[in-house]
């Protein structure tokens, strides 16, 4: 007996690996994609190099991307979400909307991969000036020269001789609520850090930080690298504000090392922006009506043993849906809501049998 094809929201990472593993277990799938591309972040975003291998992103996502446009049990729907739902997996009937109108469907199962957004550095706390001075940009801005091999000043346009990361904007900031380690940043910072010295060898990089986070391999493969390979120079401090003096930006703070104020003029300023749950993830969420967990990101109910399990049986979900999260955090979790997806189904098919 068929079942009803699994229905997957979002096509960013963990969006192309659930549909990809769904549709290698033999089912079929409705990969549905509110933007006109797939790839999500790294797409969307232009994200030069992957960390921690410095893969070129476009390629390794591309390759995700065709595994599951020519793969023929996936129908991928882009500029397309979802609008409305009634009844329960594995008999749910979803409304989609897209270019050509609203069309219904029923789905077994859902695995939702909405992924995340940036934070914006320009929030009335935030006193870096990210949109009053044009010197100042956030990684993903970065990651776009980074992408097109030519890093400059942006308000001159020629390459730079001193730029800093500052960590953690936007993330482990209680004012603000979002009281989260973003996971990401300090090694996309390192990466960053390192692809500028490469580009730009007279460039000096400094990263001002609270503690530095390259968990896991990270460690080795880009913090010791920008340090030691690369001599980039890292100063633990808490910067309170970025200021215009003259033709540079001026980073004033406090190094906590020496404990003593510092205030150094820079050519680039870097925001490392965190995670926060992205929009379409909070919609997602109201419409299949999940729990969202104290930080806003789509509950998971099955703790560190079953990080997928929503509190609704048959609907999973994985990647940056459910809170910071790598690559490599996102990809696991797809296939795993993808195992967990046609597992749930089969289980109705064992009953009714
Ligand atoms: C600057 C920066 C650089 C990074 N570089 C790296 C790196 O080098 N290595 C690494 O491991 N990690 C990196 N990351 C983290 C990486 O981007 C994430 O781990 C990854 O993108 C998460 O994938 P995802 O599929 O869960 O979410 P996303 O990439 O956010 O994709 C979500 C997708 O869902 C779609 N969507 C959202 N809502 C809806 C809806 N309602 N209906 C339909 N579609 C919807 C979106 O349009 C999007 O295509 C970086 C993060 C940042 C901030
Ligand atoms: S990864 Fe680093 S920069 Fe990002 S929030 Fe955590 S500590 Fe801060």
Redesign the pocket.
Known sequence: METHPILV???????LEAARSVAELGHRVVL????LALG???I??N?AA??PDLDDAETAMNRMIEAVRTDPLVDIRTST??VATSGQAPELAVTMKGPKGEDSLTVGAVIL????Q?FDPGRETQLYGYYEHDDVIT??DA?RMLKAHQFVRPSTGQPPRRVCFIQCVGSRDRQIGNTWCSK?CCG?AC?EAIEIRQLVPDCEVFVFYIDMRTYGFWEDQVYWRAQEEYKVSFIRGIVTEVTKRGDTVVVKGEDTTMGRPVEVPMDVVILSVG?EP?V??R??AKLFDLPLEPHGYIATVGGPLNPVATARPGIFAA???TGP????D?ISMAGAAAVKAAGFLRKGLRKAG
């Open positions: 929201v979002g096509s960013g990472p963990a969006g549905v994609e509110r933007s999500g972040a790294p969307a975003e994200y992957l960390t979400t979802v991969c909405t992924g995340f940036h990684l993903v990651e990401v996309i990466k995670m992205s379409g993830t919609e997602m990647g940056a849906a999260a790598d690559l490599e996102s």
